[in-house]
């Protein structure tokens, strides 16, 4: 995770944030996997997916409203950190 903006994503239009808040699972699994997934986590991929939509969603508030700098960096990182934290508590078993 990064505070620099190289010129490759734009964080005004949103494209950054998308990248910056994609899950591994969304790589498009197999059929197989997918399956080995769900019998595995069964209802954790959901409450996953369903706090990484709510953070993603104020994160591109923060994106829209927020003048760009470095505060608004340090606000999205931390969006991205508290989807990390979220996601190793709902997996620890």
């Known amino acids: 995770m990064g505070l620099k903006n190289n ?7 949103g494209v950054g944030i998308d990248k910056r808040f994609k899950l591994a699972q969304d790589n498009e699994p197999t ?3 997918t399956v080995e ?5 069964g209802d954790k991929l959901n409450w996953q997916g369903t706090f990484r939509d709510r953070i993603e969603d ?7 409203v927020i003048a760009d700098g470095r505060e608004k ?6 969006l991205e950190e508290s989807l990390m934290w979220l996601g190793k508590a709902i997996f620890k078993e």
């Open 7 to 13: 010129g490759d994503e734009s964080f005004v239009d």
């Open 31 to 33: 059929v197989e996997k």
């Open 37 to 41: 997934w769900s019998q595995k986590f």
């Open 58 to 64: 104020v994160a591109h508030y923060v994106d829209l």
């Open 73 to 78: 960096e340090i606000a999205i990182e931390r």
